[in-house]
């Protein structure tokens, strides 16, 4: 199975500052790879699929980039509402679909 | 509006059943494979299973299979989650999800169901 990590785990920031999460995999999933926003007690919002295409009415601070088993996610000129934990998800056709462990941006 | 609606969340025994549901609206269901992802309090995010847009292909996670079962009705534009053998392990809320087959990203989702398996 392929297993997924992310770094940090745990972030603080600024309004205004820039964040790069960072999502690893096992093996290689190509671009197959996606990022999600979730809020608490809310579900997950998709933000970025295929590595770096920004799912419709997704603020274009949101960015992604990498392929094979490195990938991250920018945010520009972190908002309010950007302070949530953020998730990456590989696909295989083998293994099916993993999430990462998650990332949570707090305001310092 | 696009919106998916989970139920029959609950309370149930170690070894027990509960039958989950999905109703979907705003979109054409029957175009759509469909998902269940869960969350167990405080952790992170896990696939469950999978179903295309017929109900003839049916993908679990390993730790499901043989006690789990995915199925749907697009006359009635539902998904469903039959659960057996219900593990402490298997506490959670469940989303159901659409699943794109151009991205294998999951862009719509419920608001969740909770299931908690406790004595």
């Known amino acids: 199975d392929i297993q997924m990590t992310q770094s940090p785990s745990t972030l603080s920031a600024s309004v205004g500052d820039t964040v790069i999460i960072t999502c690893r995999a096992s093996q290689s999933v190509k671009t197959w790879l996606a990022w999600y926003q979730q809020r608490p007690g809310k579900a997950p919002k998709l933000l970025i699929y295929k590595a770096s295409t920004l799912e419709s009415g997704v603020p274009s601070r949101f960015s992604g980039s990498g392929s094979g088993t490195e990938f991250t996610l920018t945010i520009s000129s972190l908002q309010p509402d950007d302070f949530a934990t953020y998730y990456c998800?590989?696909?295989?056709?083998?293994?099916?679909?993993?999430f990462g462990p998650g990332t949570r941006v707090d305001i310092k | 509006e696009v919106q998916l609606v989970e139920s029959g969340g609950g309370l149930v025994q170690p070894g027990g059943s509960l039958r989950l549901s999905c109703a979907a609206s705003g979109f054409t269901f029957s175009n759509n494979w469909m998902s269940w992802v869960r969350q167990a309090p405080g952790k992170g995010l896990q696939w469950v299973a999978n179903?295309?847009?017929?109900?003839?292909?049916?993908y679990y996670v390993e730790s499901v299979k043989g006690r789990f079962s995915i199925s749907r009705d697009n006359a009635k534009n539902s998904l469903y989650l039959e659960m057996n053998s219900l593990r402490d392990e298997d506490t959670a809320v469940y989303y159901c999800a659409t699943m794109s087959t151009s991205s294998y990203g999951f862009d719509i989702w419920g608001q969740g169901t909770m299931v908690t398996v406790s004595p």
């Open positions: 998800q590989q696909y295989n056709s083998y293994s099916g679909f993993t």
């Open positions: 179903i295309k847009q017929d109900g003839s292909e049916k």
